[in-house]
């Protein structure tokens, strides 16, 4: 959804050289200290068994005022106050420590965004907050953007092979929505691609979609990954994934996101 405001006031004057932060950005740091910024996961299954194998944690912020906030919009807010880096700390912390109490071969997902990228500490703290939770890097997959990239892919690359070398799954997440550079997969220790729903829409109506899909998997065979397929919403779109050899997907069909302790039950 769109950010329902603007994070900083254009009507100030021009000759002041720093913007304030919206208030927004402080009632997100309260939200933070006060533990009111809370985690969904929606559940990822095998493509072949319907066996739920995973969930990607997802975050989710209710405003007094604007309401419900989640994803890139609270990533927004917290970049534009500076809070950022202990917004992406929080978030890795709690889904650590609600993974950590799920069965051994359940594995969790947790989005990356550029600025963690290019965070000195990001690796230590990670593995670090791993430690504490007691949760072996293998279980975790770093879902990371065509946009998290490609401010410097040279740089992105190592602190990713860093990463996997801990035995941390890397994701290109969002896979055909950007550029699709081929360079990601020379580049990149990449573990799983994971298809954007736009991608996997029109495969039971549409050849020439069928045909895309088909290229990528028989691309990705070649290269040893798994593919993901995100915004599966019917019994139809699922059994033609399955079909094309797809290993995983997630969406509406199987469950929508939803609170730690949900998940925890549906396992």
Same mark, same amino acid.
């Given at each position: 959804?769109?950010?329902? %405001?603007?994070?900083?006031?254009r009507?100030?004057? *021009?000759?002041?050289?720093?913007? $304030? *932060? ?7 740091a309260?939200? =933070?200290?006060?533990? $009111? +910024? #809370? ?6 299954y ?5 066996a739920?194998?995973?969930a990607e944690?997802?975050? @989710? ?20 106050g500076?809070?950022?880096?202990? %917004?992406?700390?929080y ?6 420590h609600?993974?950590a109490?799920?069965p051994?071969?359940? @594995?969790?997902s947790?989005?990356?965004? !550029? ?5 000195r ?6 593995l670090?907050m %791993?430690?504490?939770?007691n949760?072996?890097? #293998?279980?975790l997959? =770093? #879902?990371i953007t ?5 401010? &410097? %892919? &040279?740089?992105?690359?190592r602190?990713?092979?860093?990463? !996997?070398e801990?035995g941390?799954?890397?994701?290109? &997440? &969002?896979?055909? !929505? ?6 990601? =997969?020379?580049? =990149? ?38 593919v993901i397929?995100?915004?599966? #919403? ?5 059994? +033609?994934?399955? @079909? $094309? ?5 997630q ?5 929508k996101?939803? *609170? ?7 396992l």
């Amino acid at each position: 959804m769109p950010l329902p %405001l603007q994070l900083h006031d254009r009507r100030r004057r *021009p000759d002041r050289r720093r913007s $304030e *932060p919206h208030p927004i950005s402080s009632d997100l740091a309260r939200a =933070l200290t006060e533990d $009111e +910024v #809370e985690l969904l996961f929606q559940p990822q299954y095998s493509a072949q068994t319907n066996a739920i194998v995973g969930a990607e944690a997802l975050v @989710r912020w209710s405003h007094s005022i604007h309401g419900p906030l989640a994803g890139d919009a609270v990533v927004a807010i917290a970049q534009a106050g500076g809070a950022a880096r202990r %917004l992406a700390r929080y978030i890795a912390r709690a889904a650590f420590h609600a993974a950590a109490r799920w069965p051994m071969d359940c @594995r969790l997902s947790i989005n990356v965004t !550029a600025m963690d990228l290019f965070d000195r500490t990001f690796a230590e703290d990670l593995l670090s907050m %791993l430690h504490d939770a007691n949760m072996p890097p #293998e279980r975790l997959t =770093l #879902e990371i953007t065509e946009q998290a990239l490609v401010a &410097d %892919l &040279d740089k992105s690359a190592r602190r990713l092979s860093a990463l !996997a070398e801990t035995g941390i799954r890397i994701a290109l &997440d &969002d896979f055909g !929505a950007g550029y699709c550079n081929f360079r990601y =997969l020379k580049l =990149l220790p990449l573990n799983a691609l994971k298809l954007d729903k736009a991608m996997v829409d029109g495969v039971t109506n549409d050849a020439r979609d069928l045909a895309v899909l088909r290229g990528i998997v028989a691309m990705a065979r070649a290269l040893d990954l798994d593919v993901i397929a995100e915004g599966v #919403e019917t019994q139809e779109l699922r059994d +033609v994934i399955a @079909r $094309e050899g797809c290993a995983m997907w997630q969406g509406f069909l199987g469950a929508k996101a939803m *609170p730690a302790e949900d998940f925890a039950a549906l396992l």
